[in-house]
């Protein structure tokens, strides 16, 4: 939407999906990338067939523990994404038989565990840490998702407030879509030089990580994710 053909359609603003969330709510945006946490909540359409997802370790989503996870009583977290706070929530409680207290916390991992039993952290700092390389217990809550329910686990999806979501919309989503893959190399390149990543670490996420194209074994997911998290009131307390 910024370089292939459907540039210029859309008036764009970029921020985190939980704030697409809220720009949607209070009418400041038509179509947003939201967390599928809000999917449960909203009467909003979505774009079928994209968002984002994951079949097995997403690698951006971690938590890490000095303990075991069975035994984690206060989980420090990165808020800025909803469903992963959620989605680690119905994992602890589900697989693990706790019911841990999530407090937030800036996305620092040495002060995180020292104001909690683990900690959840999510995207571009979870990329800059290496598992391998800590100390600790590490738990990639894609992998634990899919190894707990054999389904795929969707993180976001495009939706939009009724009657945005017409077939051009889509349209032009997907075509969209199908440039970005077409050009992945060029994102790749990109990406890794404005974030400071190795381009083998951006190429390995999009492309064995990340899913973006959503089927039935999503939609599945989706919806038992939903059905997980409907009656989950977040145990959410302000921290460091």
């Excluded at 909203?42 to 997802?53: K, N, R, Y």
């Excluded at 938590?63 to 800025?80: C, G, V």
């Excluded at 217990?137 to 329910?149: I, N, S």
């Excluded at 190429?203 to 939609?219: D, K």
Aim: with cysteine.
């Amino acid at each position: 939407m910024l370089h292939g053909a459907e540039r210029g359609r859309f008036e764009l603003m970029f921020r985190v999906p939980s704030e697409c969330a809220d720009l949607l709510q209070n009418g400041d945006a038509d179509i947003g990338i939201v967390p599928s946490l809000e999917l449960g909540r909203q009467s909003w359409d979505v774009v079928p067939g994209l968002g984002i997802a994951c079949r097995g370790p997403v690698r951006s989503i971690l938590l890490i523990s000095k303990r075991p996870a069975s035994t984690i009583r206060l989980l420090a977290a990165d808020s800025s994404s909803r469903t992963s706070v959620a989605l680690a929530d119905a994992i602890l409680s589900r697989k693990f038989g706790v019911q841990a207290e999530i407090i937030k916390h800036r996305p620092d991992l040495e002060s995180m565990l020292q104001n909690a039993d683990a900690a959840l952290i999510i995207g571009d700092p979870a990329l800059r840490i290496d598992p391998a390389q800590l100390p600790f217990y590490t738990y990639d809550l894609g992998q634990e998702w899919v190894e707990m329910t054999g389904l795929p686990m969707v993180f976001a999806m495009w939706a939009g407030r009724r009657g945005c979501i017409t077939p051009a919309v889509i349209e032009s989503f997907m075509n969209s879509w199908r440039s970005g893959m077409a050009n992945l190399e060029t994102i790749v390149h990109s990406e890794s030089a404005l974030r400071g990543f190795p381009p083998d670490l951006v190429r390995r996420y999009l492309t064995s990580h990340i899913v973006h194209e959503l089927g039935v074994a999503e939609e599945r997911g989706l919806k038992l994710f939903l059905e997980y998290t409907h009656h989950t009131s977040m145990r959410v307390q302000e921290g460091a």
